[in-house]
């Protein structure tokens, strides 16, 4: 094998200039070989097939770390959670606070308990837990709630799209009948009509209560799919249950103005001598360096404007059994930081996408169970104050990560916690 040049930048002429054509051709062709890693074909959770997986596994690592004698013990309880199940990965789980929120559903302090690898993150969150705290806490206010899934049809011409959205406006009581005869909790809530050329789409809108809901709307959605698919007066060319509109654990702009899952504002006063215990800093330069980095972020093409709340939503979600991927669009938001009338600091983040539930899903796993446990937020009539509380988390975060910069303890702290 060639050896890597760190400073090659074009890789294929680099590869072209080190193997002769038919070397990179067999190097790169399909190989049909049956693979001698054969598993059971059969995803369900059993005795018998976590067994016939391990007798290959075991060959390649120590059984022990995945499947430990207290998973080996619950493993059943993950039967409805993964499939091809082998065992369970630890992550190290930290707790920062006490975060107090003065929200519409979360009003008490909390210790937030978080999942992560990464050194510094914890501390970086509890720092700031507590300087909100130390304000009276932060104001958070759930602002809207739904879930989406959006069918697309595909049509001959625009005249068949508008014949069958005629149609689809009179079908509302129908459509809301089909899809909540799927759920005992879910709520079709609207229906939006998007026509580009002789494409469809349909937006359907939900209410999911306490869970997060995406299997849900799934399930609802494609009910009233298959209703519509056979009694359509205009039958589409083709169509699929989803016609990518949603935003489905994409970052996308449509949502920053609307919502997909639950939308919050979270917002805190500081004072100047605040800001200068808890940060080291002043709040002049934290909202300069606001300015700075909004700007940066409008050239780099960024979608809503955040330090990170990428870090605190992923470690909660983790944490709480929540869906990890949805990080992707739960993560656009707006930070904003601004002098108050008193010469203190104010500081908001408004977040449209926090997908988060207290039931089912990963909820009732053993460990993430405990998690919410921790916040007091498991079970019904919760997931409105987790939403609030993820909100007010995420400001702890960029309250602590500018003040790092502005004093100029960014790297230092990372240093100081990741490189014992």
Request: aromatic fraction near 6%; hydrophobic fraction near 40%.
């Given at each position: ?21 038919d070397q990179l051709e067999q190097t790169l062709r399909p190989n049909l070989g049956r693979s001698s890693l054969r598993l059971t074909p059969s995803p369900y959770l059993t005795d018998k097939n ?41 992550l190290p789980v930290g707790v920062a606070g006490p975060l107090r929120v003065n929200g519409l559903f979360a009003n008490e302090d909390y210790l937030i308990p978080l999942a992560t690898t990464e ?121 699929f249950l989803d016609g990518n509109l949603s935003g489905d654990k994409k970052p996308n702009a449509h949502s920053l103005r609307s919502v997909r899952g639950k939308k919050v504002t979270a917002e ?153």
């Amino acid at each position: 094998m060639p050896k890597l040049n760190l400073h090659q930048r074009d890789y294929v002429s680099f590869l072209g200039g080190e193997l002769s054509a038919d070397q990179l051709e067999q190097t790169l062709r399909p190989n049909l070989g049956r693979s001698s890693l054969r598993l059971t074909p059969s995803p369900y959770l059993t005795d018998k097939n976590v067994d016939k997986r391990w007798s290959v596994l075991e060959s390649l690592t120590d059984k022990s770390q995945l499947l430990d004698a207290t998973t080996e013990q619950q493993k059943e309880v993950y039967a409805i959670n993964i499939e091809h199940f082998i065992g369970t990965v630890k992550l190290p789980v930290g707790v920062a606070g006490p975060l107090r929120v003065n929200g519409l559903f979360a009003n008490e302090d909390y210790l937030i308990p978080l999942a992560t690898t990464e050194a510094a993150l914890v501390a970086s969150y509890n720092r700031g837990s507590q300087l909100i705290t130390a304000a009276g806490g932060a104001s958070a206010m759930l602002l809207n709630e739904g879930v989406t899934r959006t069918p697309g049809f595909a049509f001959h011409s625009l005249k068949e799209a508008g014949q069958f959205v005629a149609w689809v406006v009179t079908q509302y009581d129908t459509f809301k009948q089909i899809a909540e005869s799927t759920t005992s909790h879910g709520k079709l809530t609207d229906i939006n009509v998007n026509i580009e050329g002789n494409h469809v789409y349909l937006v359907f809108e939900y209410l999911t209560g306490d869970a997060s809901g995406q299997n849900m709307v799934t399930i609802a959605t494609n009910a009233v799919f298959e209703f519509i698919m056979e009694h359509t007066p205009v039958d589409p060319d083709y169509a699929f249950l989803d016609g990518n509109l949603s935003g489905d654990k994409k970052p996308n702009a449509h949502s920053l103005r609307s919502v997909r899952g639950k939308k919050v504002t979270a917002e805190v006063h500081l004072t100047k001598e605040l800001v200068e215990k808890y940060l080291h800093t002043t709040p002049e330069k934290m909202v300069q360096f606001g300015q700075m980095t909004t700007v940066g972020g409008a050239l780099s093409g960024t979608i809503g404007i955040n330090a990170h709340y990428a870090n605190a939503l992923a470690a909660l979600y983790i944490a709480c059994g929540q869906d990890a991927a949805c990080v992707a669009e739960s993560a656009v938001g707006m930070t904003r930081m601004e002098i108050n009338k008193s010469g203190g600091l104010y500081a908001s983040v408004t977040l449209p996408n926090i997908m988060v539930g207290t039931v089912g899903g990963g909820t009732g796993l053993p460990s993430q169970n405990a998690c919410l446990d921790i916040l007091g937020l498991h079970g019904n009539g919760k997931s409105q104050a987790l939403a609030e509380v993820a909100a007010a988390l995420c400001l702890a975060g960029e309250l602590s990560i500018v003040g790092a910069f502005c004093a100029g303890h960014f790297s230092r702290a990372h240093h100081k916690l990741a490189r014992k």
